[in-house]
């Protein structure tokens, strides 16, 4: 085989890995909603602790984020996707013998953690192996970590109901994640010794085009994590079955999907994002109002809405990150960055639904938090022009400020 076939083949494993891996890191959260009710029986936790189930893990995604730099310095990216998919395999694995509220909450975090290591470092991966196709390798990314949500949405009841046990429903998962890690194992390129040196997260964090994105972020996925936890028991309320409430579920998360992998694709000739971030905020904020006014008159057309803006908000999102720094390394350091802080916020909202719930006996209170959240993006993001990239963080600066740090006192 010549060089060029060579590397095509390369490629072609290397995005097999791609979508491998981003299939496995939303099945676990998703899975929980469809079976709510059987799972709250059997382990005794209520509205509020199954919130944790969505809680925990988006915690654990914003808390080890940050730490992203540091596993690609020390450990190296290749041996922590590794890890981490391992991880996720034996979480999911442990939920086959899972009967006290403490263990599902256990499972919950071991779940979160590998899935946190994943994101924390798999973005840097993909500017560095694709760096004139990032925009859409990262589209490719952001498609088959929803359409993983819409698997476990749908698989879960339906294995459960098959097998006649909640526990298969969520345990299966194992199987995909041990596939996913052998494949990264085979095909990612082995780690190189990397310069110490700058400290980037420490620098990115004194910018506030950071915060700013690690806020656009967090309120658009906490968006994300609300409707992964409480779209199908909302339905269920109504008198779904799990079966229908997580077939539901899976239509928003493939809705999530194909705009994931639409959306960069379309906006890939144009530098400015903006507007594109709009159309999926829009999309989003329909979605809740429909779920506001009359779930019950159009609720698939709900799931469509709110999973093509959220879907494609955070395949764009993803790649607004990317957009602002050359260097791989650099932009991975800032995409953990945001992911962090981003994960962190996301996890609190479900919780908060929760308690709405409790205290007004219905959903409505929480769908309105979420579309004031949607207008608040709507606003922030409006900053992010590509002309300001340059000021708002900047490769030079780094180096620049690498050498000030470096040159003697």
């Not at 994640?177 to 190189?192: M, Y």
């Not at 229908?244 to 998360?253: D, E, R, V, W, Y």
């Not at 992911?339 to 007004?360: D, R, S, Y």
């Amino acid at each position: 085989m010549d060089h060029e076939g060579h590397s095509r083949a390369t490629n072609v494993l290397l995005l097999a890995v791609v979508a491998l891996v981003g299939l496995n890191l939303r099945p676990f959260i998703t899975g929980i909603g469809p079976l709510a009710t059987r799972v709250s029986e059997e382990t005794g936790l209520g509205l509020q602790g199954m919130a944790l189930l969505t809680l925990v893990p988006m915690l654990l995604m914003g808390v080890f984020a940050f730490a992203g730099p540091s596993l690609q310095a020390k450990l190296g990216v290749r041996r922590s996707v590794i890890v981490a998919l391992a991880v996720l395999a034996f979480g999911s694995f442990l939920r086959l013998f899972v009967t006290r509220d403490w263990q599902m909450v256990g499972t919950a975090a071991l779940l979160g953690l590998g899935a946190a290591i994943v994101q924390a470092v798999f973005p840097g991966i993909v500017k560095q192996q694709f760096p004139r196709h990032a925009g859409l390798v990262m589209g490719l990314y952001s498609a088959m970590l929803m359409g993983g949500g819409a698997i476990g949405a749908q698989m879960a009841p339906l294995i459960a109901g098959r097998v006649g046990d909640w526990h298969a429903g969520l345990a299966w998962m194992a199987a995909p994640a041990l596939l996913a890690a052998s494949l990264a194992a085979c095909c990612l390129p082995r780690d190189e010794a990397r310069r110490t040196g700058v400290n980037a997260a420490a620098i990115f964090l004194k910018r506030p085009r950071t915060w700013l994105l690690m806020a656009c972020f967090g309120l658009v996925n906490g968006g994300y994590s609300t409707a992964v936890a409480w779209l199908a028991p909302a339905y269920q309320e109504l008198g779904w079955t799990s079966a229908a409430s997580g077939g539901l579920l899976a239509i928003m998360a493939v809705a999530q999907a194909l705009a994931a992998l639409l959306l960069p694709t379309l906006a890939s000739r144009y530098i400015d994002r903006r507007p594109w971030l709009c159309l999926t905020l829009a999309m989003q904020g329909m979605g809740f109002i429909a779920l506001m006014i009359k779930p019950e008159a159009t609720p698939v057309l709900c799931a469509v809405l709110l999973g093509a803006g959220l879907g494609g908000c955070f395949s764009l999102s993803m790649i607004v990150v990317l957009d602002h720094l050359a260097e791989p390394a650099e932009a991975g350091a800032l995409s953990a960055l945001m992911q962090g802080g981003g994960f962190l916020i996301a996890a609190i909202p479900p919780w908060i639904v929760a308690v709405l719930h409790n205290a007004t006996g219905n959903f409505l209170a929480g769908w309105l938090l979420h579309l004031a959240c949607v207008a608040v993006v709507t606003v922030l993001y409006w900053y992010v022009d590509p002309r300001s990239y340059e000021k708002a963080i900047s490769g030079r600066i780094l180096r620049k400020e690498d050498q000030a740090s470096s040159s003697p006192p």
